[in-house]
C-alpha cells in the first residue's frame, strides 16, 4: 500500500508570518522538513499541501522548483483541501504532518506506519495522548474513514484542524496511539510556531560541531534544553 505524507504549509501562518519559507544557513524551514522525511526506512511519497491564494504562490513554487508533488486547494478549508488531494491521487491512506515541524524525527513516523500496516486500525497518531514534544507530531489516516467523516466536521476548528473530530468520537474509530517509553514530554517544544521558536531553531542549526540533522528527537531535546540554559545563564 502507498502511503504519502502530506507536508502541511502555508505562509500566512498568525504568530510568523512566511515561516515555512525563512532561511537558516542558506536553507528554507521547509526543507530541513521536508530532509528530515528524506531519513524515513520507508519509501515515503511527499506532497505539499498548500493553499491556492496568491500568498502562498511562493511555497507551491518552492516546492515544484525541488521536485515534490504539490496540490493546492482552500485556505481555510484545510479538511477540503485534504479530500481534494486524497480524490485527486486516489490514495488509500496518508500520513499528516505540518510544515512547521522541522525537527520532526522519521523514526517515530516509521513506528506509527508499521502500526498501521497491520490493518488493524483507522488511525495511528502519537498526539491521542501527546507524550512527544510538539514538533513530533504525526498521524496516519485511512482515506476511506476520513472521506465518509468529513460531511460530519461541523463543529468549531472541524475543518482546520482535519483530526479533532475523530479524537471528539473515538469510540467510533479504531485508534492506536504510539507514546514515549521514556517518560512525558508533552510540556516541551520543538516545533516553530513564534520568532523565538525560530531563533531557538537558527541557533541550533548553526552549531557547526554538530550534525544535528541526523539526531533523533531525544539528543535534540537536550540540545534545545541546553540553549535555554545558556541564555538563562547570560
Known amino acids: 500500500m502507498e502511503i504519502a505524507v502530506i507536508i502541511q504549509a502555508r ?3 498568525r504568530r510568523l508570518p512566511g515561516k515555512v519559507l525563512k532561511e537558516v544557513r542558506g536553507k528554507p524551514m521547509l526543507q530541513y522538513t521536508i530532509d528530515r522525511l528524506g531519513q524515513s526506512i520507508h519509501d515515503l511519497r511527499l506532497i505539499l499541501a498548500t493553499s491556492d491564494e496568491d500568498s502562498d504562490d511562493p511555497v507551491a513554487a518552492y516546492g515544484k ?11 481555510e478549508d484545510v479538511a477540503g483541501r485534504y479530500a481534494a488531494l486524497v480524490r485527486k491521487y486516489d490514495l488509500p491512506a496518508f500520513v499528516r504532518v505540518t510544515g512547521d515541524s522541522p525537527l520532526i524525527d522519521s523514526q517515530l513516523i516509521d513506528a506509527g506506519l508499521d502500526s498501521f500496516a497491520t490493518g488493524q486500525f483507522d488511525m495511528v497518531t502519537n498526539v491521542y495522548p501527546r507524550s512527544f514534544p510538539k514538533g513530533q507530531s504525526f498521524e496516519v489516516l485511512s482515506a476511506e474513514v476520513f472521506l465518509e467523516a468529513l460531511p460530519r466536521m461541523a463543529e468549531p476548528g472541524d475543518r482546520e484542524h482535519i483530526t479533532q473530530y475523530f479524537y471528539r468520537h473515538a469510540d467510533r474509530y479504531r485508534i492506536y496511539n504510539v507514546a514515549s517509553n521514556t517518560g512525558n514530554f508533552a510540556a516541551e517544544n520543538l516545533s516553530v510556531d513564534t520568532a523565538d521558536d525560530f531563533e531557538r531553531f537558527r541557533q541550533l542549526m548553526n552549531d557547526p560541531d554538530r ?8 539528543e535534540i531535546l537536550r540540545l534545545y534544553k541546553g540553549l535555554n540554559s545558556h541564555e538563562c545563564a547570560n
Open 65 to 75: 522548483g525541488n521536485g515534490l508533488e504539490v496540490f493546492r486547494g482552500e485556505l
Open 211 to 218: 550534525p544535528v540533522m541526523d539526531y533523533g528527537w531525544e
Open 11 to 13: 505562509m500566512n501562518s
